[in-house]
């Protein structure tokens, strides 16, 4: 114990040399209550880790909605009330073509981890091949065979393939935040690199209505 | 198992190296700890697997799931000289003492003309703040029709002081010679995970009229993938 121990307080006056064994304890009980005290309070209201965060950059606005080219490769995903999601791929079409196909149909995901119409097992199908590219990439980078500035050049470029998706996110008034959030939070996790979050256009919307009901 | 009988008095224990730590410990969090005021709005953001530490100059919407907007600016001289340009464009005039309580205050969600008597307010009467117009903290305007979107203005200025700031602190670290740390000022937006995205897309809307594209969108951790188990 820590303690100030006060020895000899006896003088050497009168010829009694024997040394007093009497010793001044501190209690130093409520000080260390006092420093548990603080340090439970600094603890308890300690915040350690700042917010994390998803960094998303949405598009500049067209300057001419008319004269956008359809996106070939798209995958739309819609998103409304009582977290439902359907997709469509490819351009919208209103009516039957015969050269571009039968008109669009929505078809619906959901939001589970598992299950065969999960959005999770959709999105992994469909950017397969691009992370079969990128893993390959990675043992090539792994085993030394490559240089560091390549391998992530070439990952962007496997990103960014031609022949992979675009994916569209889309929402009606609806949908709640957390349902974007989760659509491009799966993206992000299969590593798809072209993704957006747009607007709605009114046949869309109608097909919607149709679906779920206004 | 027998006891020893104890020799007289308690045992002594040596409490010296435990009470050192509880100090040391007790130093450590005294001097990291900083002290924010409470938030005026609780929101509970969804979780992505997104990594990204939110950097400490940022300039921060809060979206309320009902759809009110708060704002707030990490960079307490850039908070100060927005109010004082929003003071001017607004006419609404504010003493040196509320400019100075300003500065201290989190994000905050009330209109401009309510703004001086909710700085006035105690702290915990914030909470329950009604204001002239008896709206209280109903969000910062962001109507687009009528026209009175302050968020764009507060947005615009907040933006242009923090990139003002960063600058001139990025000379400054030049003119000496020093190593120059500060990061550039980025837009957050932090929402509650229930909120219809309708207000979502008006708030960006308001940033991508003033070309700003990019948003650090602050999320909660989790283990990857999505949440949402189906109704059944």
Redesign the interface.
């Known amino acids: ?2 303690e100030i121990s006060d020895s000899g307080g006896g003088g050497q006056k009168g010829g009694k040399k024997r040394a007093k064994k009497q010793s001044t304890r501190i209690d ?1 009980t409520p ?2 209550d006092l ?2 005290l ?2 439970t309070f ?2 308890l ?2 915040t350690f ?13 067209p300057e001419n909605i008319i004269d956008q080219p359809p996106i070939k490769n798209g995958i739309t995903f819609l ?1 409304t009330k ?2 439902r999601i359907f997709y469509y791929e490819g351009e919208f079409k209103d009516v039957d073509d015969p050269v571009k196909g039968p008109k669009t149909d929505l078809k619906e995901l ?4 598992t ?1 065969a119409n999960s ?2 097992k959709y999105v992994l199908d469909k950017s397969k091949a691009m992370q079969d590219q990128i893993l390959a990439l990675k043992k090539r980078f792994e085993a030394k065979q490559m240089a560091d500035t390549t391998y992530k050049r070439m990952v962007r470029e496997a990103k960014a393939d031609k022949a992979s998706f675009t994916y569209l996110i889309k ?1 009606d ?10 659509v ?3 993206l ?2 299969n590593a798809v690199g072209k993704y957006v979050v747009v ?1 709605l256009i009114k046949p869309e919307y109608d097909l919607l209505i149709a679906k779920v009901g206004p | 198992m027998s006891k020893k009988p104890s020799k007289g008095g308690a045992p002594a224990l040596d409490m010296t190296p435990m009470v050192d730590l509880a100090f040391l410990l007790v130093t450590f969090f005294m001097l990291t700890a900083s002290f924010r005021m409470a938030e005026p709005v609780v929101v509970d953001p969804p979780s992505s697997i997104g990594e990204v530490a939110l950097p400490d100059n940022h300039i921060m919407v809060t979206i309320e799931n009902n759809g009110r907007v708060y704002f707030g600016i990490s960079n307490s001289t850039a908070k100060r000289n927005a109010l004082e340009a929003m003071s001017k464009k607004y006419n609404v005039a504010f003493t040196e003492k509320q400019m100075v309580e300003f500065t201290g205050l989190p994000s905050f969600g009330v209109d401009l003309k309510d703004l001086p008597a909710y700085i006035d307010a105690k702290e915990e009467q914030r909470k329950n703040f009604k204001g002239i117009n008896k709206n209280g903290q109903a969000g910062i305007p962001i109507d687009t029709i009528t026209p009175n979107n302050q968020l764009k203005d507060w947005i615009a200025i907040g933006g242009a002081e923090a990139i003002k700031m960063y600058n001139e602190a990025k000379q400054e670290a030049a003119g000496s010679n020093k190593e120059f740390k500060a990061e550039k000022p980025r837009y957050a937006i932090k929402c509650d995970s229930k909120t219809k995205y309708i207000y979502v897309k008006n708030v960006i809307k308001t940033f991508t009229d003033l070309k700003i594209f990019q948003f650090n969108l602050i999320t909660s951790l989790e283990g990857g993938g999505t949440v949402i188990e189906p109704k059944k």
Do not use: H
């Open positions: 114990m820590a130093m000080m260390v420093a548990f603080l340090l600094f603890v209201t300690a880790n700042k917010p994390k965060s998803m960094e998303l950059t949405f598009p500049a606005p998103l009582d977290d959901s939001f589970s981890q299950g959005l999770k929402t008034d609806k949908a709640t935040y957390r349902n974007v959030i989760d491009v939070d799966e992000n996790y607007d």
